[in-house]
Structures are given as C-alpha cells and as structure tokens.
C-alpha cells in the first residue's frame, strides 16, 4: 500500500494528527525519562555501597552529581518524579491512540450515513453497510490506532539505539547485528499476516451478504426446507473467515513475543562478553544492560503493533479508498458535525429525532399548493456502473397533469429504476424527465426543490417510526410549508384510507403508540397508515411502488378504490405486477 502521509492526515483529520504529535513528543520525552531511570539506578547503587566509591556514572555524566543525591530519600523522591512524568507521558500514547482509533470510526460512520441519506448514487446496500459498519470503519480505526503507538515506539527505539551506539559502541554493536537478526524474522511473520489479512474484507462482506440474504426471506427458506443447507453455507463462510483472524492473530502474537526471548538470549550473550572482557564499568554496563532491556521490551512491543497494522491494513486501504470517493466540499458537509462539542452536538441531534408534531402543526407562514403537474419522458436510458447492460434504454411516455398511470412489468425490468429516476434520486445517463408543462417543466430534482412536500411515496413495505400515530403522520411534512395540520385533518385522511373504525376503537385516538415495526397492526392497516402519511399534505406527484405486494386481494382492492379517488387531484405513478391495483387506470407502460 502506498502510504503517503499526506493523504494519511486528510483522512484522519486535524485533530487526530494534532494528538499524534503529542503522541510523538511524549515518545521523544520517554526515551530522556528511560535514561533518567538508568542513571538513578546507578547512583542507588553507590548510595547502598554495591559500586565502587566514586565509580563513573553513565553517559559521561560528572560524579559530582553523587553527591547531590547522597541520600536513598532523595534517590526516591527523584523516582517517584520521573514515575509520575512517565505516566504522564504514557497516557498521552495511549489516549492518542484511543482517539484516533475513535475519530476515525465516526467519521467514517458520519460518512457512509450521509452518502445514503444526502446522494443519489443509486440504491443503498444492507449488507455493504453492515460490512462497513461491522468490520471495515472499525479495523480500519484499528489500523490509526497501531499508527499512533508505532510512532512514539519507533521514535523511542531509534534515540535508544543511537544512544547506545554512541556511548556504549562494543556491546550495542553485539546486540544490533542480533535484532536485526530477529528483525528479519519479524518481517516474515509480518509478510505471512498480511496475505491472511488481505481477503479478510471481501470474505467479511460475502458472509454479510449471504447473512442478509437469509434474514430477508426468512419465511421462504423456513417454507422450503432449506435451513440446513442455508446454515452449512453461512457456517463455512463463518468458519474460513474465523480461521484466517485466528491465524493472523496467532502469528501477530508470535511476533510479539519474538523479540522479547531472543532479545532475553542476547542479553545473556552481552553479559558473557562484558565478563571476558570488559570495556566499561560495573555500573556503566549496568546502565547499558537497562535500556537494552526497554528496547527489547520496546521493539517487542512495536513487532507485535507492525503485525496488527499488517492484519489491518487491507480494511484502512479499502476505507481510505471509500474516503477519498467523494469530493472535499461533500465530506465537509458530511463531518460538519464533528466540528462542535459532544454535549453541543447530542442534544441538537436529539431534538431531531423525528420531526414532531408540533413543529409542523403550529407553523404560521403559508405557502400554495401546486397544481397536479405533466410527466415527461422522452428518450431515457440509465445504467449502473460497472453493469454490462443498461436498465432502461429509449424509453419514452407521457402522463398528463393529474392523471393516473401504470408501470407494469416483470421483476428486474427496471420499474424501481424508472422511479428513482422520476423522482430525481438517480441521474439519466441518456434521454430526460421533465415534470410541468412543456414550456415550463424542471428536471424532477429542480422541480421537488422548487415545491417542498409535493411529493408523496409509498412502498411496498411500510415505513413506521417508534412514535404516536399523529408523529407517524407527520413524519417527512414539509417544515416550512407553513400548513397548519389539525386533529381533524389527521382523522380526515385515516378515514380516507378506511382507518376511520379502528381509529375510534383506539382509547387514545391519536397518541395511540406505534412501535418501529408496528406491532399489533396487520399488514393492511401499516399500508394505509403510509398512505394516509402520503396523502395528507395533498402531493401533486403521487408514487406508489408495488403497494400491494404483500397484501391480500380484499385489502388491494379497497386500496385501489382509495386511489382511483385521487384522479385529477395529483398525478400519480402506480407501479405494481397485479392487475388488479390498476384495473381503473387505462393509460400504462409495460417495461
């Protein structure tokens, strides 16, 4: 992977590389506080009288520094100084980390959430997103944090090593060829983790995919037997994607330890040539022996961070990749967020949770309602990136204001396609739409934004937030339509879609409580909620996509009379593959 710094600190932010720095500093400040600790140790050694009196400090310091700390008390006190600035040091590392690891997962998640809710790049992907969310934003976060401990350990290993060089040339030569030695074995370990690691990605997302899959058309698998073979099928994903983590996570492990028992083995070689043949003192050597030891322990632990960041890095280049996809202006408008305090920030979110009833009811401006426009179709094709073959190609149709029409045809025909592309949510790669009259239509985008809530939709499956049924009627109104919405007008529209009865039987009329999933409702009974959700602001485009495909045939036809209600009053789509939702509709296109 080309790591290129650069791109590194534009994908983590500002505030993450301003925390690797600290992080830097405090690695650089380590290394002192390490020698700080060997020359202590050397001076309590001459206060319990175990060196020789007037024995030579380490590093060239001047013996008279001996005399300053005479004493086992100021020996201590210095101890506990440098404990503390050492603690200091070290939480900084690890905070650093633990930030950076954080950041970078949310803004990850900021991300991918806004690339569905605020962009048109085509249908959103369960089992991508959950794959995102569930290994790939996390392990690349994971992949920052190792960055931001390499780092400071890189750094402090460096200074010690070239300390050691300086001052003690003979014995730190011995003990370098070893760990390059040892270096070369932790390469190769950390060269096998790595093509572990690189399917991780890939074979994460087909077990999230095979998985969705199976949770979607749960009833069909239960109808037709196939649990065992759908669970062999998950299993082996399962287990070939388990087998490659545990690996790679066994051989990060080895090494990790790696280092630390030949490290020890060299130490003991140092000592045998140190006692044949001397070339500094007792307490010198004893110094030198120390901060080998913490590069040991040091470059032990920095094998270990090399191994993870090579099991991760598939994941940080896959999510950089994703990263830098979008353009600079879009991903500050997504991290926007971010840029104000967490107490600030959660409690805007919070009042956000769904529009709520009395934002929308006592709203004083006003504004018209436009008149049921004409669609126009003329010569349009789309298709999907990297898809060998458009969806739609030349297709071409008119409906006129206020009137009705049919988009029938079998599954993959590009009904949803066609949709998506009359309500401005995907782009025509060919051909246009035009929503007005001939002399003054817009392109769908141009004309929902010109006229706010003038669009209704309703889908196949029911779409219902946790709330009272008056926050599930209001939910998606326009805020700054200025209609004033009663009571009266929500009991209008439910007796419009027959809800009327079974809103009378509701002991709490319109703070009846309706759970995300709507429990205790029927199918029916969510649909026309949808549409009397739909239907309320009185749109002057009306999409209806497969509404009654999970319904029975009594409760589509009492739906279908709903709509042909609605001729003349909005334009309306009507895509469905039965024939009975649009048996009153007489002008229809079939795909």
Same mark, same amino acid.
């Given at each position: 992977m080309n790591f290129s710094i650069r791109k590194h600190l534009q994908f983590t932010g500002r505030r993450v590389g301003l925390w690797l720095g600290f992080s830097s500093v405090a690695g650089f400040f380590l290394t002192f506080l390490e020698i700080s600790i060997s020359v202590v140790l050397a001076l309590l050694l001459a206060v319990l009288g175990v060196s020789a009196p007037g024995a030579a400090l380490p590093f060239g310091l001047d013996a008279q520094l001996g005399t300053t700390f005479s004493s086992p008390a100021a020996i201590g006190v210095t101890l506990l100084v440098i404990a503390v600035l050492r603690g200091g040091a070290q939480w900084t590392v690890s905070q650093a980390a633990s930030y950076s690891q954080e950041m970078i997962a949310t803004r990850l998640r900021f991300l991918a959430l806004h690339d569905i809710l605020a962009t048109r790049k085509g249908f959103a992907s369960l089992s991508l997103l959950q794959s995102r969310f569930g290994e790939t934003f996390p392990r690349a976060a994971g992949f920052c944090n190792q960055i931001a401990y390499f780092i400071p350990l890189t750094l402090q290993s460096v200074l010690i090593i070239g300390l050691l060089l300086w001052k003690s040339p003979r014995e730190a030569l011995y003990g370098g060829v070893g760990m390059v030695l040892v270096g070369g074995l932790v390469h190769l370990v950390a060269t096998r983790i790595r093509k572990i690691a690189e399917a991780l990605p890939s074979e994460h997302l087909a077990l999230q995919s095979r998985i969705s899959r199976v949770v979607r058309n749960w009833f069909l698998v239960q109808a037709l037997r196939t649990n065992s073979s759908e669970w062999k099928g998950i299993a082996a994903h399962q287990s070939d994607y388990?087998?490659?983590?545990?690996?790679?996570?066994?051989?990060?492990?080895?090494?990790?330890?790696?280092?630390?028992?030949?490290?020890?083995? $060299?130490?003991?070689?140092?000592?045998?040539?140190?006692?044949?043949?001397?070339?500094?003192?007792?307490?010198?050597?004893? +110094?030198?022996?120390?901060?080998?030891?913490?590069?040991?322990? @040091?470059?032990?632990?920095?094998?270990?961070?090399? /191994?993870?960041?090579?099991? &991760?890095? %598939?994941?940080?280049?896959? +999510?950089?990749?994703?990263?830098?996809?979008?353009? #600079?202006?879009?991903?500050?408008?997504?991290?926007?967020?971010?840029?104000?305090?967490?107490?600030?920030?959660? !409690?805007?979110?919070?009042?956000? =949770?769904? %529009?709520?009833?009395?934002r929308v009811i006592h709203a004083t401006e006003s504004r018209a309602r436009p008149a049921p426009p004409e669609v126009q179709v003329e010569g349009l094709g789309f298709a999907y990136p990297g898809m060998p073959? #458009?969806?739609?190609?030349?297709?071409?149709?008119?409906? +006129?204001?206020?009137?009705?029409?049919?988009?029938?045809?079998?599954?993959? !025909?590009?009904?949803?396609?066609?949709?998506?592309?009359?309500?401005?949510?995907?782009?025509?790669?060919?051909?246009?739409?035009?929503? @007005?009259?001939?002399?003054? /239509?817009?392109? #769908?985008?141009?004309?929902?934004?010109?006229? %706010?809530?003038?669009?209704?939709?309703?889908?196949?499956? #029911?779409?219902?937030?946790?709330?009272?049924?008056?926050?599930?009627?209001?939910? @998606?109104?326009?805020?700054?339509?200025?209609?004033?919405?009663?009571?009266?007008?929500?009991?209008?529209?439910?007796?419009?879609?027959?809800?009327?009865?079974?809103?009378?039987?509701? %002991?709490?009329?319109?703070s009846y409580r309706i759970s995300e999933n709507g429990e205790g $409702? !029927?199918?029916?009974?969510?649909?026309?909620?949808?549409? +009397?959700?739909?239907?309320?602001?009185?749109?002057?485009?009306?999409?209806?996509?497969?509404?009654?495909?999970?319904?029975?045939?009594?409760?589509?036809?009492?739906?279908?009379?709903?709509?042909? !209600?609605?001729?003349? =009053?909005? &334009? &309306?789509?009507?895509?469905?593959?039965?024939?009975?939702?649009?048996?009153?509709?007489?002008?229809?296109?079939?795909?």
């Open positions: 388990s087998l490659r983590l545990v690996r790679g996570s066994g051989l990060s492990h080895f090494a990790n330890i790696l280092p630390l028992v030949l490290g020890m083995a $060299l130490i003991v070689v140092l000592i045998g040539v140190h006692l044949h043949s001397p070339s500094q003192t007792g307490v010198e050597f004893l +110094a030198f022996l120390y901060l080998y030891l913490r590069l040991v322990q @040091g470059l032990s632990t920095l094998a270990g961070v090399l /191994g993870n960041i090579q099991s &991760t890095m %598939p994941f940080y280049r896959d +999510a950089r990749n994703f990263f830098f996809s979008f353009t #600079p202006e879009f991903r500050s408008e997504a991290l926007e967020p971010l840029r104000y305090g967490f107490a600030e920030r959660g !409690s805007a979110l919070s009042q956000d =949770r769904f %529009p709520d009833a009395d073959q #458009p969806v739609l190609q030349g297709l071409s149709f008119q409906v +006129a204001a206020g009137g009705q029409f049919a988009i029938l045809g079998k599954s993959g !025909s590009g009904k949803s396609t066609l949709l998506a592309l009359v309500m401005g949510l995907l782009v025509p790669s060919a051909g246009k739409v035009r929503i @007005g009259s001939r002399e003054e /239509g817009r392109d #769908p985008e141009a004309y929902f934004a010109r006229y %706010p809530g003038s669009l209704g939709y309703v889908g196949a499956e #029911p779409f219902l937030v946790e709330g009272s049924l008056r926050e599930n009627l209001v939910y @998606g109104l326009d805020r700054s339509s200025g209609r004033v919405y009663s009571d009266e007008d929500f009991r209008s529209v439910l007796e419009r879609v027959q809800l009327g009865e079974w809103l009378k039987a509701r %002991p709490e009329g319109l $409702l !029927s199918m029916g009974q969510k649909q026309r909620l949808s549409l +009397a959700r739909a239907l309320l602001s009185e749109p002057s485009v009306l999409i209806l996509d497969e509404v009654s495909a999970n319904l029975d045939e009594t409760t589509e036809g009492e739906i279908a009379k709903v709509i042909a !209600s609605l001729a003349g =009053r909005c &334009t &309306t789509l009507i895509v469905t593959h039965r024939e009975g939702m649009v048996s009153h509709v007489q002008t229809r296109k079939t795909l």
